[in-house]
């Protein structure tokens, strides 16, 4: 096992990009811990934390501690059921190996957080600041994306080993800052710690859907995450909900019921006109999916938008991503292994192209995101209270009732909107501003959440994106249409 280098050699952008989030208005506004009523366990604050979708223990050292622990320890509960093999694999440019995710969630603490507020930091290693920086140019080199799989070494077990390290280091930071600040509000720190909690969410989920896609190129048809038995259940038909439209105020408000974090891109909130509307009140089934299929829907280019019937014809689309036809019913690869397809459960790995074909083959549309902000916002649909854990690994049927259903655990429900910045929108200076802003660019929001989302990491405003072409994420759709 190498020891720590005394190098420290990205040290200086690094110290720069802490001081710039530090000070930067939106980041050290919002992402310091002063939303201690969302974890205060009464009913009230049960209640707002069901709707603000944050970390219990956000707020102090102790309690960060603890949500840190919590944060960490699902991600190696992920990767414990895969193979080192398993998680060296890369399929295609855009999937990351496992233990590349495990080790870039690592550097990004390392990175972020150390770097600056540990006194005497010095790097795990220096070469892992060039394997595993994802994106951050201000931050230094980068290894190439399209060849993370090329990275035999450091093997998954060595991986652990860095994380264990980094672990260690940020346990003893935390603890030394509890006893030396005993207001425990440094905001940088705060800001820091709270931004790796989100960061690594996401790449828990990224994590799941890369080593679906690594799976499903292996012939054995590996059953990576057992599921449990299925009964077959009946959908009820879908019900349209009814939205009045008006100006609307969108984006992450400071002070409201909602979540206390949320990225930059949700920033700046305000006001837009959305015409009267519905809402489907759950999302498009597998059933549903296949009468689409059976009525010519990847043959009908009418139905198509230009650039994705290129791409059903390019790239031979039939099906959604992980189905195949097996000459007497349509099989479908999934997490807990290959099996028929259930005709009850939401259609999920479809692009936004075949969302839109969908939509045009029923005489519907897809939701804006303004739009589907404002309902959801409405109904009063809230993410399950933060519990460390993940909903599933494979979305389920809808169970009915009233309201919006399959909001935020089942799957990312496509728009029509591009992915642009919001009036006044400002990247931050520095490496964190690379975080959201220089994507906005050929790729189209989705909203809500899956079922492989983190609990805790949903929320009413967040504005996840993927170009339209994309499949291999828990994308499904949840229909719209005008009413004015
Ligand atoms: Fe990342």
Request: with cysteine; net charge negative; proline share 8%.
């Amino acid at each position: 096992m190498s020891a720590p280098t005394t190098d420290t050699n990205p040290s200086p952008p690094v110290a720069d990009l802490a001081r710039t989030l530090g000070n930067h208005p939106d980041f050290a506004r919002h992402y310091q811990g002063d939303h201690q009523g969302d974890q205060q366990g009464d009913q009230q604050g049960d209640q707002q934390g069901d709707q603000q979708g944050d970390h219990p223990g956000e707020g102090n050292d102790r309690d960060f501690a603890q949500a840190y622990s919590v944060v960490r320890g699902l991600t190696e509960e992920l990767a414990a059921p895969l193979s080192p093999e398993d998680q060296t694999v890369q399929t295609m440019p855009d999937v990351s190996p496992t233990k590349w995710h495990r080790a870039h969630v690592t550097w990004f603490f390392e990175a972020f957080v150390l770097a600056e507020h540990q006194p005497g930091f010095a790097a795990y290693q220096d070469t892992y600041w060039t394997l595993f920086n994802s994106y951050y140019e201000t931050v230094g080199p980068r290894y190439p994306r399209p060849e993370r799989g090329f990275i035999s070494r450091p093997g998954a077990y060595e991986v652990g080993d860095y994380r264990a390290h980094v672990d260690d280091r940020m346990l003893d930071l935390l603890a030394s800052l509890s006893v030396a600040t005993k207001e425990g509000n440094d905001e940088t720190l705060t800001s820091l710690m709270n931004l790796g909690f989100h960061h690594e969410h996401q790449h828990q989920e990224l994590l799941l859907m890369d080593i679906k896609h690594v799976l499903s190129k292996n012939p054995l048809q590996p059953v990576a995450y057992p599921g449990s038995k299925v009964t077959p259940t009946r959908v009820e038909e879908a019900q349209w909900v009814n939205f009045r439209g008006g100006v609307v105020d969108v984006g992450w408000l400071d002070g409201s019921a909602h979540a206390a974090f949320h990225f930059d891109n949700e920033l700046p909130s305000h006001p837009v006109l959305v015409q009267p509307f519905a809402l489907a009140d759950r999302l498009v089934t597998n059933g549903e999916w296949m009468n689409f299929i059976a009525d010519g829907g990847y043959q009908r280019h009418e139905l198509w938008l230009s650039d994705g019937w290129a791409r059903v014809n390019a790239e031979r689309w039939d099906s959604p991503l992980y189905w195949q036809w097996d000459g007497l019913q349509w099989l479908e690869h999934t997490l807990h292994g290959t099996r028929p397809v259930r005709p009850e459960e939401p259609v999920v790995h479809v692009s936004h192209y075949e969302a839109d074909a969908y939509a045009t083959w029923v005489g519907k549309r897809l939701p804006t995101e303004f739009e589907w902000e404002h309902a959801v916002r409405e109904s009063g649909a809230h993410p399950a209270r933060p519990n460390g854990d993940i909903t599933g690994f494979h979305p389920t049927p809808d169970s009915g009732g009233g309201g919006l259903r399959q909001v935020f655990d089942t799957a990312w429900q496509w728009t029509s909107s591009a992915y642009l910045p919001y009036p006044g929108f400002k990247a931050p200076v520095g490496a964190i501003g690379e975080y959201n802003g220089k994507f906005m660019s050929g790729q189209m929001v989705l909203r809500g959440g899956a079922c492989i989302t983190p609990t805790g990491h949903a929320r009413l405003t967040y504005r996840n994106f993927f170009p339209p072409h994309a499949r291999w994420p828990f994308t499904g759709v949840r229909l719209a249409d005008s009413l004015a």
